[in-house]
Antibody, heavy 117, light 111 residues
Framework: EVQLVESGGGLVQPGGSLRLSCAAS????????MSWVRQAPGKGLEWVANIKEDGNEKYYVDSVKGRFTISRDNAKNSLFLQMNSLRVEDTAVYYC??????????WGQGTLVTVSS | QSALTQPASVSGSPGQSITISCTGT?????????VSWYQQHPGKAPKLMIYEVSNRPSGVSNRFSGSKSDNTASLTISGLQAEDEADYYCSSYTSSSTPWVFGGGTKLTVL
């Protein structure tokens, strides 16, 4: 059974940093692209970033370019999102998701990031 | 404003069929067969219902179907059931600087 478990969310002040983690199990992690997708409170889904199987290609939504960095550790079956210069509008539940057939077939339960002073 | 346009809400009675539209441009929905649909119940993670326009993942009811015409994709749910009440989101690959975009979401109410 595929499992994706996010952690690392919490309350942070504007301008601060946070590192999210996603622990993957139940599949060959190193064989799949992985994504982060977020959802602001009461709002819709927004794709944030994804990373190729070997970590050599990464893509981001325009609003986080230069502030967020996606990375992975295939030896530890883990996905990360380093978030710097956080803004109030980054407040959201952040989901880790497995890319498959140009879609996201498996999702974690999400971790809440709140940016507020 | 979302890159893909969905109606804010749709409704139907049990047993009826409904269709949710997802309108984009030739740079996303119209240009690629990489449209997917997600169901999300309150407080839960999204669930993939349709991928690559019209394919159903294993385990998804055949009451759910997808299609596309020009720049508009559609999700049809037939034989509506109470448990279908949820938010639905479309997504597409896009040739813009942000490779993946979602629609704003549609709230389905089963009357």
């Amino acid at each position: 059974e595929v499992q994706l478990v996010e952690s690392g969310g919490g309350l942070v002040q504007p301008g601060g940093s946070l590192r999210l983690s996603c622990a993957a199990s139940g599949f060959t992690f190193s064989s799949y692209w992985m994504s982060w997708v977020r959802q602001a409170p009461g709002k819709g889904l927004e794709w944030v970033a994804n990373i190729k199987e070997d970590g050599n290609e990464k893509y981001y939504v325009d609003s986080v370019k230069g502030r967020f960095t996606i990375s992975r550790d295939n030896a530890k079956n883990s996905l990360f999102l380093q978030m710097n210069s956080l803004r109030v509008e980054d407040t959201a539940v952040y989901y880790c998701a497995r890319d498959y057939d140009s879609s996201w077939n498996d999702w974690g339960q999400g971790t809440l990031v709140t940016v507020s002073s | 404003q979302s890159a893909l346009t969905q109606p804010a809400s749709v409704s139907g009675s049990p047993g009826q069929s409904i269709t949710i539209s997802c309108t984009g441009t030739s740079s996303d929905v119209g240009g690629y067969n990489y449209v997917s649909w997600y169901q999300q119940h309150p407080g839960k993670a999204p669930k993939l219902m349709i991928y690559e326009v019209s394919n159903r993942p294993s385990g998804v009811s055949n009451r759910f179907s997808g299609s596309k015409s020009d720049n508009t994709a559609s999700l049809t749910i037939s034989g509506l059931q109470a448990e279908d009440e949820a938010d639905y989101y479309c997504s597409s690959y896009t040739s813009s600087s942000t490779p993946w975009v979602f629609g704003g979401g549609t709230k389905l109410t089963v009357l």
